[in-house]
Nanobody
Framework: QVQLVESGGGLVQTGGSLRLSCAAS????????MGWFRQTPGKEREFVAA????????YYADSMKGRFTISRDNAKNTVALQMNSLKPEDTAVYYC???????????????????WGQGTQVTVSS
């Protein structure tokens, strides 16, 4: 069972930036794709970004393209989400997710992941 811990959330003004980090306890972290999702009350968990096990291929939801950047450091078992040009619509709880097995193409659906962090709150003020 992998343990995931997100950090870096907080309050930021419109147009500002935040960098989220997810630390994984699993020693085989480097073999797995990783994903970021977000959720607000009354809405389904929404895909944000994903990265393959190599840290080469990345995937983004359309509304995040050009603003968010996902990266990973396999030596430190961490994955990061750099968020720029933040909007009030980005306000949500952000979750780091780990799939059940090594995937070449990361899933963009929450059903593709079996391990989740506790989430970190991001609030963007207008």
């Amino acid at each position: 069972q992998v343990q995931l811990v997100e950090s870096g959330g907080g309050l930021v003004q419109t147009g500002g930036s935040l960098r989220l980090s997810c630390a994984a306890s699993k020693g085989t972290f480097s073999l797995y794709a990783m994903g970021w999702f977000r959720q607000t009350p009354g809405k389904e968990r929404e895909f944000v970004a994903a990265i393959d096990y190599r840290g080469v291929t990345t995937y983004y939801a359309d509304s995040m393209k050009g603003r968010f950047t996902i990266s990973r450091d396999n030596a430190k078992n961490t994955v990061a989400l750099q968020m720029n040009s933040l909007k009030p619509e980005d306000t949500a709880v952000y979750y780091c997710a780990h799939p059940p097995g090594p995937l070449i193409v990361p899933s963009t659906r929450p059903e593709g992941y079996t391990s989740w962090g506790q989430g970190t709150q991001v609030t963007v003020s207008s």
